[in-house]
Nanobody, 124 residues
């Protein structure tokens, strides 16, 4: 059974930084693209960032481009999300995701496993 466990969430002031981690288990990590999505209160879950199997290719939502960085360590079966210059509108539950195919995607329907999520609250 595939498990994704996020960590690193919390409360931060606007302009601050946080780093999320997602530890994966249950299948060969390096064979799958990984992603991060988020869901703010009252809103739909949205794409944040994704990374290819090798880590060479990364993709970002326009709203986080230049502020967030996704990376992975295949030896540790872990994907990271470095978040800088945080804004109050970044407040959401952040979910780690793994894709059913080998390629990253912005679409929720291409995700086959989700983590339980970790809450990020950015105060103004």
């Amino acid at each position: 059974q595939v498990q994704l466990v996020e960590s690193g969430g919390g409360l931060v002031q606007a302009g601050g930084s946080l780093r999320l981690s997602c530890a994966a288990s249950g299948r060969t990590f390096s064979r799958y693209a990984m992603g991060w999505f988020r869901q703010a209160p009252g809103k739909e879950r949205e794409f944040v960032a994704a990374i290819s199997r090798s880590g060479i290719n990364t993709y970002y939502a326009d709203s986080v481009k230049g502020r967030f960085t996704i990376s992975r360590d295949n030896a540790k079966s872990t994907v990271y999300l470095q978040m800088n210059s945080l804004k109050p509108e970044d407040t959401a539950v952040y979910f780690c995701a793994t894709y059913s195919g080998g390629n990253p995607s912005v679409l929720r329907r291409d995700v086959d496993y989700w983590g339980k999520g970790t809450l990020i609250t950015v105060s103004s």
